[in-house]
């Protein structure tokens, strides 16, 4: 069974259809890209897989449980981490504290613990702060974990939100383009990196990216989202050979056929 | 007196007092609309409102006269005021902050209101003013039903005014580039918009209709006092949030509702007039509670 | 123009300049010290102002974890004080109760109020929270107006003063050393509410709410936690200003007294404690200073309060916060 399923979600704003009726898959312990031209709705589903969007229609699973109806941060809770495509650190917090923040939902101290510091709420403090440090150092950043984290080169604050996404303890990890800005230096890093993140992890990754070599390289499975339609799925060999992405990123469309 | 007579005589009070509430309203409605603030001065220019109208009155009055074509000319006088001080207010404390947090301008907003209203008591010593125009007791009886000249002038003031705003926001550009900012204000400004402009006309007719507002329940109540613009503050944004913040009939629609239900409201058993206000505060609540985008609010944007 | 929120520190800076242990308990020593001699420096009448603004402090530093820490505005924040006071009055006074039972009742009904009030409004865009705290401080006052058990409008009389281990807390002098332990256990409550998980929930939701709900932050929760201190902190202000006064009437709960505890946050630099202890003592300190002035003495402050919006956002206090 997928670890992830979307079954025929359709999504609108304002009568304007974004997603329709979209089929989708992601295996555990895959690594699957997500692909298409600008505005095809490729954030939108993201959104929607992540409780931020409430599509009109359709079902999505993990694990076999409907998240649709979730909040956001209950979907979080169930094991889908993400990172968003202009990064989104907190601001005036360190490194650390930005990454201890994907450790929230799996702690349960509050204001009484806080106020008398039990044993228990001081165990809980470090352990965060342990496995925050953890999971910077898993993304290749062991050192500036006290400066204020939207003080650190771009490439850096990239790493710095996917350490945070995986403080979460997520079963799959959806990252949107998380190679864009980065230099191809760092592009090689990030592929280890996605790499050892279900290798070492086995958290099933997600990504949405522009960046076609990147994406060929690393994908086990393709899926290319075209206005709202999800138009076809396969392995990075055969999506290079079909005709409709070829035509779709081409832009190959009836008006310009009728000239 | 009847059920009959109580009830057209709330009827007509309600109407009345949900004409204020609605002038006042739609000031809140149309700077959320164009700006997504909530303008918490504005309780306090319908106060400032009164005031400029009960100044230019007493310097008129000589002219004049103290009833209703002076109070009309005063009245026209003190929107024209009080508009520009809303423009002035927008973009001294407003303007600089409109990138900064909610919190920010939120508290700015309250610093605003609290100045004009502190300012006024300084100025009054925070006795009540008589108001000072004389408009004369006439009016038309039907039945048992009474209703006073004074009355129908007010309502037909404020049906007027409203009016007015609306073929001014549906017929005119400026109101066209307000509809355009409230769903984008981004791209309307990429559309060749000047948005400082029409955040300004916004401003303008907002506080004129507010100070409108102002010196009618002068002239009509017979006086006024620094602390008048707060309860009116926050009635009228119960009337708009009633009516669905950012929608204009709605404010209208909201004024209408709330000075119906305080009317009726206060007849019910045990809900004495001392409780009236208790009464619109918790029908606020509740219409947050289960309806939060009022009866003709569109529903709050998806996030992100 | 400088913006805040900054990243406030809860010490606002005076970490950097207490850098030792031995610096910070000596610090500590020297205000104890203060606070303990301050009666017999200032007299019976500068005992009673201080243990005002003691009671400030304390109202402040709670209303400062609602607008500091978690950046939601709350207008009404006198009703819980109101509440705190008037469950304090009613149960003592008609039902016999104990002062030290009576107190963790006001706590408790605060805390339904509070979420009564949160629960819903919380949901919904952070302006609106403003405007209904400020209708619900109405309700508080206007229903404590207009009821026979709250004594209308002249309010309660004879509230009884407590015992506490065969010490009966009478004096103007027991008052202020009760007020004292109460702000200091309200200090340290707030270090360490801020340097805790909730703490940082606060500002990571004030910062980016879909960021930290992507983390899983359930904002609506944490935000109602904040609430929910703030009322605490109020109903045990309230509670023990009953007390203090054996006398409350619905006036001392209006929206000028929220208003007031606003500024007393905000003015000294809202999420940092000494600027928050510095705003309550100017917002009480000063109208003993500014008594001449009268009137005028509310719109010096609103004028200060727009300044302090418009030109130095994060207050008065002069360190900005680094950690």
């Known amino acids: ?259 | 007196m009847t059920i009959f007579d109580i009830f057209t005589n709330q009827l007509l009070n309600g109407i009345v007092l949900g004409s204020f509430y609605a002038l006042v309203a739609l000031g809140y409605t149309m700077v959320f609309g164009v700006v997504k603030l909530l303008n918490f001065a504005h309780g306090e220019l319908y106060m400032v409102g009164g005031f400029a109208g009960f100044l230019l009155l007493s310097f008129l009055a000589p002219y004049l006269g103290p009833g209703w074509f002076g109070v009309a000319v005063s009245m026209v006088l003190a929107m024209i005021a009080v508009g520009f001080l809303g423009v002035v207010i927008e973009r001294v404390a407003y303007a600089p902050m409109l990138s900064a947090p909610r919190l920010s301008i939120l508290i700015t907003a309250l610093a605003v209101s609290l100045v004009l209203q502190n300012g006024m008591l300084t100025l009054t010593k925070g006795q009540y003013v008589p108001f000072g125009a004389a408009l004369g007791f006439g009016g038309v009886r039907l039945g048992s039903l009474f209703i006073s000249y004074n009355q129908m002038v007010l309502v037909g003031v404020a049906g007027a005014l409203m009016l007015g705003l609306e073929l001014f926001v549906s017929r005119t550009q400026y109101g066209r580039a307000m509809r355009a900012i409230a769903v984008d204000k981004d791209m309307s400004r990429l559309m060749g918009i000047n948005v400082n402009a029409v955040i300004a006309v916004t401003f303008f007719l907002g506080s004129a209709l507010a100070a409108a507002a102002g010196t009618m329940a002068g002239a009509y109540y017979g006086s006024l006092w620094y602390f008048m613009g707060f309860l009116i503050g926050l009635k009228a944004f119960t009337a708009a949030v009633i009516g669905g913040i950012g929608s204009i009939p709605g404010a209208m629609l909201g004024g209408l509702i709330l000075g119906l239900l305080e009317s009726f409201g206060t007849q019910l058993p045990g809900v004495g007039s001392e409780w009236k206000d208790v009464f619109s505060f918790s029908v606020l609540i509740l219409v947050l509670v289960f309806k939060p985008t009022g009866l003709l609010g569109k529903p709050e944007q998806e996030r992100m | 123009m400088a913006q805040f929120p900054e990243r406030p520190s809860p010490w606002g800076g005076l970490g950097a300049i207490l850098d030792t242990p031995a610096k910070r308990w000596t610090a500590i020593a020297v205000i104890l010290v203060a606070m303990a001699a301050a009666p017999f420096v200032f007299g019976s009448y500068g005992t009673v102002i201080l243990t005002n603004a003691l009671l400030y402090v304390l109202l402040a530093l709670g209303l400062n974890v609602v607008v500091g820490y978690a950046g939601l505005l709350d207008l009404g924040f006198a009703a819980f004080f109101a509440v705190g006071a008037y469950t304090v009055g009613i149960s003592t006074l008609h039902f016999g109760l104990n002062f030290w039972l009576a107190l963790p009742l006001a706590v408790l009904i605060a805390i339904i109020a509070g979420v009564v009030i949160g629960a819903p409004t919380l949901r919904l865009r952070s302006d609106y929270l403003a405007i209904v705290t400020l209708g619900f401080g109405e309700i508080v006052r206007i229903t404590a107006r207009n009821l026979r058990e709250t004594g209308g409008a002249s309010g309660l009389i004879g509230i009884d003063s407590p015992w506490l281990f065969g010490w009966h807390i009478r004096t103007p002098l027991d008052f202020y050393y009760v007020f004292c332990v109460l702000v200091i256990l309200g200090v340290i409550a707030s270090v360490r509410l801020a340097n805790s998980r909730l703490g940082r929930a606060w500002l990571y939701v004030r910062h980016d709410e879909d960021a930290a709900e992507a983390m899983g932050i359930d904002r609506v929760r944490v935000k109602l936690a904040a609430y929910i201190v703030g009322a605490i902190y109020g109903s045990i202000g309230g509670a023990f200003f009953a007390a203090n006064l054996g006398a409350i009437s619905p006036e001392s709960f209006s929206f000028r007294q929220s208003v007031l505890i606003l500024m007393a946050v905000i003015l000294g630099g809202m999420g940092k404690i000494p600027g928050v202890i510095l705003g309550a003592f100017i917002v009480i300190l000063a109208p003993e200073l500014l008594r001449d002035f009268g009137d005028l003495r509310l719109l010096i402050f609103a004028v200060g309060l727009l300044l302090i919006m418009l030109f130095r956002p994060s207050g008065i206090w002069p360190v900005r916060s680094k950690r």
């Open chain 1, 1 to 259: 069974m997928s670890l992830l399923e979307l079954k025929g979600v359709s999504l609108s704003f304002a009568g304007s259809r974004v997603l329709d009726a979209v089929d989708f898959s992601v295996p555990a312990g895959a690594i699957v890209s997500l692909i298409g031209p600008n505005g095809a709705g490729k954030t939108s589903l993201f959104n929607c897989i992540t409780g931020f969007y409430k599509p009109q229609q359709g079902s999505v699973r993990l694990d076999g449980t409907e998240t649709l109806r979730m909040k956001p941060h209950q979907v979080t809770r169930l094991g889908i981490a993400r990172t968003f495509q202009n990064v989104r650190l907190f601001r005036e917090m360190s490194v650390r504290e930005n990454v201890m923040a994907g450790q929230h939902c799996r702690t349960g101290a509050g204001v009484i613990d806080a106020i008398l510091r039990l044993p228990a709420q001081r165990r809980e403090e470090a352990a965060t702060r342990d496995f925050a440090e953890a999971c910077l150092r898993f993304v290749g950043i062991t050192e500036g974990w006290d400066r204020e984290a939207t003080t650190l080169p771009y490439g850096w604050q990239r790493r710095v939100e996917i350490a945070r996404a995986l403080a979460t303890q997520p079963k799959l990890l959806l990252l949107d383009e998380p190679a864009a800005g980065l230099t191809s230096g760092e592009k090689e890093e990030l592929i280890g990196l996605i790499g050892r993140i279900r290798d070492e992890r086995g958290i099933a990754v997600l990504l949405i990216e522009h960046d076609t070599s990147l994406v060929m390289r690393i994908s086990e499975r393709i899926s290319v989202l075209d206005h709202g339609v999800m138009i076809a799925e396969g392995t990075p060999r055969e999506i290079q050979s079909n005709q409709k992405v070829i035509e779709a990123y081409l832009g190959v469309e009836e008006d310009a056929l009728d000239l």
